[in-house]
């Protein structure tokens, strides 16, 4: 995998696109506003990276990042993005996006939900679980000992192995959740969401966008998935 697409260049977006260009990846980075708003973003990430339109980020890439708010994926078109693996890290925040009924429901998840949009296009969720800043905090070459891993799932075996090799390639091991259907266990709330990455467990909700990380080995988030009750999304009140 030489290029990667990135729609989204906010928290999560830009994250990525530091640790892919720092391991020798190509990438395309779209946004709401256009690739002149990208300028210093670009400049920042150097020869390996430009910027496009969200057509442009779509067809560049051999796997496309989709790292938009829950309200913007619909928006996003399909057109440029038949054959590649797209790679989600939407989650629903009903305070941020409002109340989406079939996931109030149950009836599906988040991921499910995007991926109905993107027909034909396979989605592997990832990136979901971590805060933006613990991103670059824990990323580490293959084979480090201190190495963080990141839960996976997705309805395409392919797409989800070019996704782990990707994901590899750039700092993190992963963990294979299973299906769309089941990527509920490291949805919001849930033990393996972002708090696992917290150095301390217990830092306060509002000390979190600062607070530091600690690693996480494969060992440590495969408990935390295997202890996952599923949280009653319609109770979440944010
Ligand atoms: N922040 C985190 O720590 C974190 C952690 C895990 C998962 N997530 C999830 O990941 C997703 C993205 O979160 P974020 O925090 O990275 O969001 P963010 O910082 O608000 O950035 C969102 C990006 O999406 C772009 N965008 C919005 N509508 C678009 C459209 N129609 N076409 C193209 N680009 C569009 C925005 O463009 P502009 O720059 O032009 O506004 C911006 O670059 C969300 O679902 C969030 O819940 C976030």
Redesign the pocket.
């Known amino acids: 995998m030489q290029r990667l697409g990135i729609?989204?260049?906010?928290?999560?977006?830009s994250a990525v696109a530091r640790l892919a260009v720092a391991a020798e990846i190509h990438v395309v980075v779209?946004?709401?506003?256009g690739p002149e708003?990208l300028a210093d973003f670009i400049a920042e990430l150097g020869l390996l990276a430009s910027a496009g339109s969200?057509r442009d980020a779509a067809e560049a890439g051999d796997l496309v990042l989709l790292?938009?708010?829950?309200t913007?994926y619909a928006?996003?078109p399909t057109e440029g993005l038949q054959g590649k693996t797209m790679l989600d890290?939407?989650?629903y925040?009903p305070f941020r996006d409002g109340r989406v009924p079939q996931l109030d429901s149950h009836g599906v998840t988040t991921s499910e939900l995007v991926q109905a949009h993107f027909d034909g296009v396979p989605l592997v969720k990832a990136?979901?679980?971590?805060?933006?800043h613990h991103i670059p905090q824990l990323a580490r070459p293959v084979g480090a000992a201190d190495r963080s891993a990141l839960p996976i799932a997705s309805d395409d075996e392919v797409a989800k192995a070019e996704a782990a090799a990707l994901i590899d390639r750039i700092g993190f091991d992963t963990v294979d959740v299973g299906l769309l259907v089941d990527s509920w266990k490291f949805e919001p709330e849930s033990d393996a969401y972002?708090q696992l990455y917290l150095a301390d467990p217990d830092t306060p909700m509002e000390r979190m966008p600062e607070a530091p990380s600690a690693p996480v080995p494969a060992t440590k988030l495969q408990a935390a998935l295997a202890r996952a009750g599923r949280v009653r999304v319609a109770d979440r009140k944010f």
């Open positions: 729609i989204g260049s906010g928290r999560i977006g779209a946004n709401s506003r708003s969200v790292s938009v708010p829950l913007a928006a996003i890290t939407s989650n925040y990136f979901n679980n971590i805060m933006s972002t």
